[in-house]
């Protein structure tokens, strides 16, 4: 069974995946698409232009693109494209993968404020990053009962060596503070909750100006714009795979006033929540005649 599935035209992971990787060619343009995993893109041959809502950027040989649940994206004038696709259920980093909240580097890279990053690699980086993406791909979805630890550490390393690529300044510094890593998990479990500064620094027992300095610090995101970005990407994901009214969509992730939450979706996004269900919930996010896998026959991501 394959670990990418598609409703409605956008791709996610199958029910019980939690990794995805394989190398894909695109000898044609791919149209706007979206996810609702994370995922880490590695050039490994030919050119491109990526684009997506931060803008137009050519890709090369070596070149990484990391981006959040929910953001879209394409490649145009591709020119012998063949690159890795490193997809991730974003629940790994609530859950073996929380512990990067308080490592400065990966925690900068997985929760940055941009939700996009972009980096280079050079040829010994990347050589090293393709080895464990092979071992990945490998892997395929063997039952995680027996090989958690494997993807999870394969994962672990790749995710380092993007990292120092991708987010090299946030590797200075202390980890995240014990008070911040306390309130993003708050926020993160329990978000359909009428959070306020002051009422999550009372759940943690800190004055909200103590704790908002301490969160922006190891997060780049004051507590209420954290909380924002994660109703946005979890409402995403209901907007593409689910047929709920955006209204309710709004109340579930915690906004009362629909309203309210389009305005922030679009900000985030660029498009309103009706928009982005009607350009992403009904296309498919490519056209397997201008692409095919390289390695294992299992369905084109990008």
């Given at each position: 069974?394959?670990a990418?599935r598609?409703t409605?035209g956008?791709?996610?992971?199958?029910?019980g995946?939690?990794v995805?990787t394989?190398?894909?060619?695109?000898?044609?343009?791919v149209?706007?698409?979206?996810?609702?995993f994370?995922?880490?893109v590695?050039?490994?041959?030919?050119?491109?232009?990526?684009?997506?809502?931060?803008?137009?950027?050519?890709?090369?040989?070596?070149?990484?693109?990391?981006?959040?649940p929910g953001?879209?994206?394409?490649y145009?004038?591709?020119a012998?494209?063949?690159?890795?696709?490193?997809c991730f259920?974003?629940?790994?980093?609530?859950?073996?993968?929380?512990?990067?909240r308080?490592?400065?580097?990966?925690?900068?890279?997985?929760?940055?404020?941009?939700?996009?990053a972009?980096?280079?690699l050079?040829?010994?980086?990347l050589?090293?990053?393709?080895a464990?993406?092979?071992?990945?791909?490998?892997?395929?979805?063997p039952?995680p009962?027996?090989?958690?630890?494997?993807?999870?550490?394969r994962?672990?390393l790749?995710?380092?060596?993007?990292?120092?690529?991708?987010?090299?300044?946030?590797g200075t510094?202390?980890?995240?503070?014990?008070?911040?890593?306390?309130?993003?998990?708050?926020?993160e479990?329990?978000?359909?909750?009428?959070?306020?500064?002051?009422?999550l620094?009372?759940e943690?027992?800190?004055?909200?100006?103590?704790?908002?300095?301490?969160?922006?610090?190891?997060?780049?995101?004051?507590?209420?714009?954290y909380?924002?970005?994660?109703?946005i990407?979890?409402a995403?994901?209901?907007l593409?795979?689910?047929?709920?009214?955006?209204?309710?969509?709004a109340?579930?992730?915690?906004w009362?006033?629909?309203?309210?939450?389009?305005?922030?979706?679009?900000?985030?996004?660029?498009?309103?929540?009706?928009a982005?269900?009607?350009?992403f919930?009904?296309?498919?996010?490519?056209?397997?005649?201008?692409?095919?896998?390289?390695?294992?026959?299992?369905r084109?991501?990008g």
């Open positions: 069974m394959h990418l598609e409605k956008s791709l996610a992971l199958a029910s995946s939690r995805h394989a190398r894909y060619a695109h000898e044609e343009a149209h706007p698409h979206t996810h609702g994370v995922e880490l590695a050039v490994v041959d030919g050119t491109a232009v990526h684009c997506s809502r931060a803008g137009r950027t050519p890709l090369a040989v070596g070149d990484l693109v990391l981006l959040r953001l879209w994206h394409s145009e004038e591709c012998g494209l063949v690159l890795y696709n490193l259920n974003p629940e790994l980093l609530q859950g073996e993968l929380a512990w990067t308080d490592d400065r580097l990966l925690g900068g890279l997985l929760r940055s404020a941009a939700g996009e972009r980096g280079r050079d040829a010994g980086a050589a090293e990053c393709t464990h993406l092979d071992a990945l791909a490998a892997l395929g979805s039952p009962a027996t090989h958690r630890a494997d993807l999870v550490g994962l672990a790749v995710l380092g060596i993007a990292a120092r690529a991708l987010a090299p300044a946030a510094g202390p980890g995240a503070h014990p008070a911040a890593l306390a309130a993003a998990r708050l926020l479990d329990r978000p359909e909750r009428r959070w306020t500064l002051e009422r620094g009372a943690l027992h800190l004055s909200p100006g103590y704790l908002a300095r301490r969160f922006k610090a190891a997060f780049g995101l004051p507590p209420l714009a909380l924002a970005r994660h109703r990407e979890t995403a994901g209901l593409l795979h689910t047929d709920l009214p955006v209204g309710r969509i109340r579930d992730v915690g009362a006033d629909p309203n309210l939450f389009a305005r922030r979706f679009r900000e985030r996004i660029g498009m309103s929540p009706t982005y269900r009607k350009t919930a009904h296309r498919t996010a490519h056209d397997p005649a201008t692409a095919s896998p390289e390695r294992d026959g299992s084109q991501d």
